[in-house]
Protein backbone atom coordinates (compact mmCIF):
# COMPACT_ATOMS: atom_id res chain seq x y z
CA UNK A 1 0.00 0.00 0.00
CA UNK A 2 1.26 3.04 -0.62
CA UNK A 3 1.98 5.76 2.22
CA UNK A 4 -0.88 8.11 3.25
CA UNK A 5 2.13 10.97 2.35
CA UNK A 6 2.29 10.29 -1.35
CA UNK A 7 -1.12 9.20 -2.50
CA UNK A 8 -3.44 11.47 -4.96
CA UNK A 9 -5.64 13.42 -3.18
CA UNK A 10 -8.91 12.54 -4.45
CA UNK A 11 -11.41 15.70 -5.40
CA UNK A 12 -14.91 15.88 -4.12
CA UNK A 13 -17.79 18.15 -5.45
CA UNK A 14 -19.90 18.50 -2.74
CA UNK A 15 -22.20 20.86 -0.52
CA UNK A 16 -21.00 20.89 3.05
CA UNK A 17 -24.68 21.02 4.35
CA UNK A 18 -25.73 18.23 2.32
CA UNK A 19 -26.03 14.92 4.37
CA UNK A 20 -25.23 12.90 1.18
CA UNK A 21 -22.25 15.00 0.95
CA UNK A 22 -21.24 15.17 4.32
CA UNK A 23 -20.97 11.06 4.43
CA UNK A 24 -18.29 11.18 1.90
CA UNK A 25 -16.49 13.86 4.01
CA UNK A 26 -16.79 11.58 7.05
CA UNK A 27 -15.85 8.54 5.10
CA UNK A 28 -12.68 9.90 4.07
CA UNK A 29 -11.83 11.67 7.30
CA UNK A 30 -12.59 8.30 9.44
CA UNK A 31 -9.56 6.57 6.84
CA UNK A 32 -7.68 9.44 7.03
CA UNK A 33 -7.60 9.71 2.85
CA UNK A 34 -6.72 13.07 1.62
CA UNK A 35 -9.11 14.87 -0.29
CA UNK A 36 -9.82 18.41 -2.18
CA UNK A 37 -13.48 19.70 -1.51
CA UNK A 38 -15.04 22.31 -3.90
CA UNK A 39 -18.21 23.68 -2.09
CA UNK A 40 -21.13 23.12 -4.65
CA UNK A 41 -24.31 25.87 -4.30
CA UNK A 42 -27.26 23.45 -5.65
CA UNK A 43 -29.32 26.45 -4.37
CA UNK A 44 -27.56 28.24 -7.85
CA UNK A 45 -27.93 25.59 -10.20
CA UNK A 46 -23.96 25.15 -9.94
CA UNK A 47 -24.81 21.84 -10.67
CA UNK A 48 -26.61 22.04 -14.34
CA UNK A 49 -23.95 24.14 -15.79
CA UNK A 50 -22.30 22.35 -18.87
CA UNK A 51 -18.88 21.42 -17.19
CA UNK A 52 -20.84 20.08 -14.36
CA UNK A 53 -22.85 17.84 -16.33
CA UNK A 54 -20.37 16.49 -18.28
CA UNK A 55 -18.77 14.79 -15.01
CA UNK A 56 -22.22 13.80 -13.46
CA UNK A 57 -25.52 14.24 -16.36
CA UNK A 58 -27.78 13.25 -13.41
CA UNK A 59 -26.31 16.48 -12.02
CA UNK A 60 -26.36 15.96 -8.38
CA UNK A 61 -24.03 15.99 -5.81
CA UNK A 62 -21.91 14.58 -3.78
CA UNK A 63 -19.51 13.65 -7.19
CA UNK A 64 -15.63 12.29 -6.38
CA UNK A 65 -13.33 12.56 -8.82
CA UNK A 66 -10.55 9.83 -8.90
CA UNK A 67 -8.55 11.07 -11.37
CA UNK A 68 -8.21 12.63 -14.43
CA UNK A 69 -10.84 10.67 -16.50
CA UNK A 70 -12.76 8.88 -13.83
CA UNK A 71 -15.91 10.42 -11.61
CA UNK A 72 -17.81 8.24 -9.49
CA UNK A 73 -21.88 9.80 -8.21
CA UNK A 74 -23.92 8.48 -5.90
CA UNK A 75 -23.27 8.42 -1.96
CA UNK A 76 -23.77 5.16 -1.05
CA UNK A 77 -21.54 4.23 -4.24
CA UNK A 78 -18.91 6.58 -3.49
CA UNK A 79 -18.95 5.11 0.38
CA UNK A 80 -18.24 1.41 -0.92
CA UNK A 81 -15.63 2.20 -3.15
CA UNK A 82 -13.81 4.25 -0.64
CA UNK A 83 -14.27 2.08 2.13
CA UNK A 84 -13.43 -1.45 0.05
CA UNK A 85 -10.34 -3.11 2.13
CA UNK A 86 -10.68 -1.20 5.34
CA UNK A 87 -12.39 -1.80 8.51
CA UNK A 88 -15.39 0.14 7.20
CA UNK A 89 -16.36 -2.47 4.85
CA UNK A 90 -17.20 -5.91 6.71
CA UNK A 91 -14.85 -8.71 5.93
CA UNK A 92 -18.12 -11.17 7.07
CA UNK A 93 -20.06 -11.80 3.31
CA UNK A 94 -23.59 -11.87 5.70
CA UNK A 95 -22.19 -8.49 7.67
CA UNK A 96 -21.66 -6.79 4.27
CA UNK A 97 -25.36 -8.18 3.00
CA UNK A 98 -26.19 -6.50 6.27
CA UNK A 99 -24.50 -2.89 5.58
CA UNK A 100 -25.76 -2.41 2.19
CA UNK A 101 -29.12 -3.67 3.56
CA UNK A 102 -28.95 -0.64 5.58
CA UNK A 103 -28.06 1.37 3.20
CA UNK A 104 -30.60 1.14 0.77
CA UNK A 105 -32.95 1.25 3.67
CA UNK A 106 -31.11 5.00 4.01
CA UNK A 107 -31.67 5.81 0.33
CA UNK A 108 -35.35 4.62 -0.24
CA UNK A 109 -37.14 4.56 3.62
CA UNK A 110 -34.79 7.15 5.68
CA UNK A 111 -33.54 10.14 3.53
CA UNK A 112 -36.18 11.21 1.51
CA UNK A 113 -38.44 11.73 3.97
CA UNK A 114 -35.57 13.32 6.88
CA UNK A 115 -33.76 15.02 4.38
CA UNK A 116 -37.04 15.88 2.43
CA UNK A 117 -38.63 17.65 5.55
CA UNK A 118 -35.08 19.24 6.22
CA UNK A 119 -34.69 20.65 2.83
CA UNK A 120 -38.39 21.84 3.05
CA UNK A 121 -37.59 23.65 6.47
CA UNK A 122 -34.60 24.81 6.72
CA UNK A 123 -33.46 25.43 2.85
CA UNK A 124 -36.29 26.62 1.49
CA UNK A 125 -37.82 28.19 4.89
CA UNK A 126 -41.12 26.41 3.75
CA UNK A 127 -42.32 25.21 7.63
CA UNK A 128 -45.73 24.92 5.89
CA UNK A 129 -44.91 23.06 2.89
CA UNK A 130 -47.58 21.09 1.62
CA UNK A 131 -45.63 17.79 1.76
CA UNK A 132 -44.30 18.04 5.25
CA UNK A 133 -47.04 16.22 6.77
CA UNK A 134 -46.20 12.96 4.80
CA UNK A 135 -42.43 13.57 5.14
CA UNK A 136 -42.88 13.97 8.79
CA UNK A 137 -45.04 10.71 9.28
CA UNK A 138 -42.64 8.61 7.11
CA UNK A 139 -39.76 10.12 8.88
CA UNK A 140 -41.24 8.92 12.00
CA UNK A 141 -41.56 5.30 10.49
CA UNK A 142 -38.34 5.30 9.66
CA UNK A 143 -36.93 6.20 12.72
CA UNK A 144 -39.43 3.59 14.63
CA UNK A 145 -37.27 1.06 12.29
CA UNK A 146 -33.97 2.31 13.35
CA UNK A 147 -34.77 2.35 17.25
CA UNK A 148 -35.86 -1.35 17.12
CA UNK A 149 -33.04 -2.39 15.62
CA UNK A 150 -30.47 -0.19 17.72
CA UNK A 151 -32.42 -1.61 21.27
CA UNK A 152 -30.38 -5.17 20.27
CA UNK A 153 -27.14 -3.85 18.64
CA UNK A 154 -24.54 -0.82 18.83
CA UNK A 155 -24.34 -0.54 15.63
CA UNK A 156 -26.09 -1.43 12.22
CA UNK A 157 -23.58 -3.98 10.84
CA UNK A 158 -22.12 -5.33 13.97
CA UNK A 159 -19.45 -3.41 14.29
CA UNK A 160 -19.03 0.27 13.15
CA UNK A 161 -18.77 0.86 9.28
CA UNK A 162 -20.46 3.06 6.53
CA UNK A 163 -23.76 1.87 7.18
CA UNK A 164 -23.63 3.95 10.28
CA UNK A 165 -22.34 7.08 8.45
CA UNK A 166 -24.79 6.74 6.05
CA UNK A 167 -27.50 6.42 8.62
CA UNK A 168 -25.75 9.25 10.38
CA UNK A 169 -25.97 12.15 8.26
CA UNK A 170 -29.13 12.54 8.31
CA UNK A 171 -29.85 11.48 11.52
CA UNK A 172 -27.97 13.83 13.83
CA UNK A 173 -29.64 16.63 11.73
CA UNK A 174 -32.90 15.42 12.07
CA UNK A 175 -34.20 18.15 14.36
CA UNK A 176 -33.75 20.80 11.80
CA UNK A 177 -36.42 18.99 9.62
CA UNK A 178 -38.59 19.16 12.62
CA UNK A 179 -37.88 15.89 14.37
CA UNK A 180 -38.24 14.95 17.83
CA UNK A 181 -35.82 12.02 19.29
CA UNK A 182 -36.66 12.33 22.44
CA UNK A 183 -38.83 8.83 22.21
CA UNK A 184 -35.57 7.51 20.24
CA UNK A 185 -33.05 6.82 23.12
CA UNK A 186 -31.61 4.37 21.30
CA UNK A 187 -31.18 6.30 18.16
CA UNK A 188 -29.81 9.19 20.51
CA UNK A 189 -27.17 6.67 22.14
CA UNK A 190 -26.02 5.66 18.35
CA UNK A 191 -25.86 8.87 17.41
CA UNK A 192 -23.62 9.54 20.45
CA UNK A 193 -20.98 6.55 19.79
CA UNK A 194 -20.72 7.37 16.25
CA UNK A 195 -19.86 10.79 17.31
CA UNK A 196 -16.73 9.01 19.33
CA UNK A 197 -15.74 7.66 16.18
CA UNK A 198 -12.27 9.26 14.92
CA UNK A 199 -12.68 11.32 12.09
CA UNK A 200 -16.55 11.56 12.70
CA UNK A 201 -18.13 15.23 13.17
CA UNK A 202 -21.39 16.63 13.04
CA UNK A 203 -22.54 18.61 9.98
CA UNK A 204 -23.08 22.25 9.33
CA UNK A 205 -26.53 23.82 9.08
CA UNK A 206 -27.68 25.32 5.77
Not at 49 to 73: C, F, K, R, S
Request: charged residues 20%; contains cysteine; hydrophobic residues 40%.
Amino acid sequence: MMPTSTRVPHRVFGTASSGNCHKVRLTLDVLHLPYRWHEIDIMKGETRTPEYLAMNPNGQVPLLQIDDHTWLAESNAILCYLADGTHLWPGDRLQRARALQWMFFEQNTHEPNIAGARFARAYLKQPDHPRLPVLMERGYKALDVMEQHLVRLPFFAGEFSIADISLFAYTHKAIEGGFDLTAYPAVRAWVARCLTQPGMSAMPAP
